[in-house]
């Protein structure tokens, strides 16, 4: 990977930090040398995290949970950094889903996946937008999925979260296109985050297996393209021609029998 780095007083914010991509995303970027502000739920071990890399690259680093559940949280998460800190990189890549049967699921199960993946992410942007503008350059990285591109049963409110998150990524994008900012989104498929989401995910079959990626890779691959000023970054060749050549009436179909096995095996 090409070496960007900031200052030494420039930080880059990853969201989702404790663990899967998100960690990936910060040793990543700790090679380089950048200073990292890691953002997480309660209970994640994060200082762990955050005092292993700055030993490790001797870089400077900061830790801050909280839940995005809630609007008063992630406010006061952005006055924070924004009056401690300058930061030249946001990568959004907290979220949260699940497989479940629509007519099954709680007010407040939709509620989270909406309040995390669209708003959270939303607000966050827009707080910390002029943070960023004030760096010399500066990089906005949000995670969307593959499920962006095809609606899917027994997720259904998750694909529609990502594709807010891919539509509003590549919108911003357009409309920072003179400033020092650049937008990017990434669209993978399943991780290999920890060992509950690998086996749900291997229930799918073998499509499952086939499409199941390495975090570091998908976060190697995202942060060299994403310095490079790529807008829309795929990651998985088989899940693309899946989700995006496919017609529809194809796709959702296939997609939730795969899907569903997530709840009829085991």
């Known amino acids: 990977m090409?070496?960007?780095?900031?200052?030494?007083?420039?930080?880059?914010?990853?969201?989702?930090?404790?663990?899967?991509?998100?960690?990936?995303?910060?040793?990543?970027?700790?090679?380089?040398?950048?200073?990292?502000?890691?953002?997480?739920?309660?209970g994640q071990n994060l200082i762990h995290l955050a005092n292993q890399l700055s030993h490790q690259y001797k870089i400077k680093t900061e830790c801050y949970e909280t839940n995005f559940q809630s609007d008063s949280n992630v406010e006061k998460l952005c006055m924070w950094l924004n009056k401690n800190f300058s930061i030249f990189i946001l990568i959004n890549n907290a979220g949260t889903g699940g497989t479940?049967?629509?007519?099954?699921?709680?007010?407040?199960?939709?509620?989270?996946?909406?309040?995390?993946n669209v708003k959270a992410t939303s607000l966050i942007t827009h707080r910390l937008l002029p943070n960023l503008m004030k760096q010399r350059k500066g990089y906005i990285l949000n995670v969307s999925s593959i499920a962006a591109f095809s609606p899917v049963g027994y997720k259904t409110v998750y694909p529609a979260s990502k594709s807010f998150v891919h539509s509003f990524s590549l919108g911003l994008s357009e409309e920072l296109r003179d400033t020092n900012i650049s937008v990017s989104v990434i669209n993978p498929g399943a991780m290999k985050t920890n060992e509950e989401i690998t086996a749900r995910i291997e229930k799918q079959g073998l499509l499952g297996r086939l499409t199941l990626l390495d975090p570091k890779k998908v976060a190697q691959l995202s942060l060299k393209k994403m310095f490079?000023?790529?807008?829309?970054?795929?990651?998985?060749?088989?899940?693309?021609?899946?989700?995006?050549?496919?017609?529809?009436?194809?796709?959702?179909?296939?997609?939730?029998?795969?899907?569903?096995?997530?709840?009829?095996?085991?």
């Open 2 to 42: 090409e070496q960007i780095k900031g200052t030494k007083e420039q930080y880059a914010l990853i969201t989702g930090a404790s663990q899967g991509l998100g960690r990936a995303f910060a040793y990543t970027l700790a090679k380089q040398g950048i200073n990292i502000i890691l953002v997480s739920l309660p």
């Open 100 to 116: 479940r049967k629509f007519s099954e699921v709680s007010t407040n199960y939709i509620d989270t996946i909406i309040q995390v």
């Open 228 to 266: 490079r000023g790529k807008k829309v970054i795929m990651l998985n060749p088989l899940s693309w021609v899946i989700s995006i050549v496919l017609p529809t009436r194809f796709k959702v179909s296939m997609m939730t029998r795969i899907i569903k096995r997530e709840l009829t095996v085991g």
